[in-house]
């Protein structure tokens, strides 16, 4: 897997504070990226709710707007390259359906919890609203999503072995794979940190 200089360049625009964004923290970032299992969510503490509320809403503006976009580009050329077969017809089956369920997690969380936390941060707080968006947040929300985009490299794979070696399917698992870590990183950080500095903003300014 390749974290080309273009994906760390967007990549860096997701965070408001870039006096915050240190070589060390951008180096543990982009290592994260690469291997998200060996992520230390610990890193976004410095941040505050408002900053961190910041980058998971441009992380979504990335995904929709930029990189599913970029996908799709290379889904195209391997279609104009390969015709329309069962490789080729499973692939583009995959992205519709991928994209509307991804546009329906993201509607979802920006909806519900984004919008929740925008509102604290602008000191409104219904208690009502909290127990809502938090209780039904939690017990709904799931990153499954992002394990789609490992589970469709292996079945093209199982259709055609050979496209493991072709030159465009390279660049298209590539930036499958960055988008999968990527994505699950995105998780982490809801799960491990967001939540938690929520519970402190309501506990500290309500």
């Known amino acids: 897997m390749v974290l080309s ?46 900053e961190i509320l910041y980058y998971l809403q441009k992380s979504h503006q990335e995904y929709l707007n930029i990189w599913f976009p970029k996908i ?27 994209f509307n369920e991804l546009s329906n997690h993201i509607n979802f969380e920006e909806k519900v919890l984004y919008n929740f936390v925008n509102k604290l941060t602008k000191g409104i707080y219904v208690e009502s609203e909290k127990m809502f968006v938090l209780n039904h947040f939690l017990e709904t929300h799931s990153h499954a999503v992002e394990d789609d985009l490992i589970s469709i490299q292996k079945r093209l794979i199982i259709i055609d072995p050979k496209i493991e070696s072709d030159k465009n399917f390279k ?36």
């Open 72 to 98: 799709e580009k290379i889904s195209d050329i391997i279609l104009d390259k390969e015709g329309t077969n069962e490789l080729t017809l499973t692939l583009k089956s995959f992205l519709v359906n991928y």
């Open 171 to 206: 660049e298209l698992f590539n930036l499958l794979n960055l988008v999968h870590n990527d994505l699950k990183i995105h998780g982490a950080i809801e799960d491990e940190i967001f939540i938690d500095k929520i519970h402190q903003e309501i506990n500290s300014q309500f």
């Open 5 to 50: 200089d273009d994906y760390k360049n967007i990549v860096k625009l997701r965070f408001q504070s870039q006096d915050k964004l240190n070589p060390d923290f951008l180096d543990n970032f982009y290592d994260a990226i690469l291997k998200p299992d060996d992520f230390k969510d610990q890193i976004f503490l410095p941040f505050s709710l408002k």
